[in-house]
């Protein structure tokens, strides 16, 4: 009887620490992994360039005319800034929305799958006047186009 | 939570996938005014977009998002009835899903 007790004792202390290790696991390790997948240092960039690099591995951009950028001319509230990049470009792999006036530019970085058409609409913030960055990597080349937005309100609210 | 809308629709072979999500998406730039303390900072940092099952967009987001941001995009393929589903990740470690069917 009372070795039973024991056994049953010691099953239970190895379940709980078993179901501890289990805890930890989903708790300290996954969260870990995907927050580095996150690009750290892209978004703590305090320049355009940086940004890229930190998202792209490149900032040399080339200018095309095929990038649509849809944002108001003047923002009225430049806490809330509707934005949508779209393209003609063939093969995109990913969008980056960037705010050149904003301490930390990086606002966005969209990987799209092959089915994903290359175009994305949100809303960001903007601190002051400044250019909307749409970047698009397509084919493995990085292609920008900008688009200034007058704000009349400073955007720095949420 | 809850803190999830999400819209899809297929229209000639093309899905249009249109979300809202409550979240502060707080900058940990801005001080609180009575105190003089800054802020922390609070914002959404990965989202993805599933159509059953498979991953159709992914994306990073840094604080310049607006508050309770809005996304929207789209895809080929899908079909009425097909899962969409969201997922979002905070840099708090916080998370919500939802999954809708296609209209």
Redesign the interface.
């Known amino acids: 009887m009372l070795s039973n007790t024991m056994k049953r004792r010691t099953f239970l202390k190895g379940s709980l620490v078993a179901g501890g290790a289990g805890v930890a696991l989903s708790l300290g390790l996954i969260p870990t992994v995907v927050i580095g997948a996150w690009p750290k240092s892209a978004f703590k960039s305090k320049d355009v360039n940086g940004a890229l690099n930190g998202v792209l591995n490149a900032s040399d951009t080339v200018a095309s005319d095929k990038i649509k950028i849809k944002a108001p001319k003047i923002a009225e509230n430049g806490a809330v800034v509707p934005v949508t990049v779209s393209t003609d470009l063939a093969n995109v792999e990913s969008i980056t929305i960037l705010t050149s006036g904003n301490v930390n530019p990086m606002a966005a970085h969209f990987n799209l799958s092959s089915n994903t058409l290359p175009t994305v609409s949100t809303r960001v913030k903007m601190a002051k006047t400044s250019d909307i960055i749409g970047v698009i990597k397509a084919d493995g080349k990085l292609f920008s186009a900008k688009k200034s937005v007058k704000v009349t309100i400073g955007g720095c609210g949420g | 939570m809850g803190t999830i809308k999400i819209r899809a629709k297929a229209k000639k072979g093309?899905t249009t996938v249109k979300s809202l999500i409550t979240h502060?998406?707080?900058?940990g730039?801005?001080k609180n005014k009575k105190t003089g303390k800054l802020i922390p900072a609070h914002f959404i940092?990965?989202i993805t977009c599933q159509h059953n099952g498979?991953?159709?967009?992914?994306?990073?987001?840094?604080?310049?998002?607006?508050?309770n941001?809005?996304?929207?995009?789209?895809?080929?393929?899908g079909e009425k009835g097909d899962k969409i589903t969201i997922n979002w990740?905070d840099?708090k470690?916080n998370k919500d899903s939802l999954s809708k069917k296609i209209r």
């Open positions: 093309v502060p998406m707080k900058t730039l801005r940092q990965e498979t991953e159709v967009m992914k994306a990073y987001w840094g604080p310049s998002i607006s508050k941001p809005y996304l929207s995009f789209k895809f080929k393929g990740m840099n470690g």
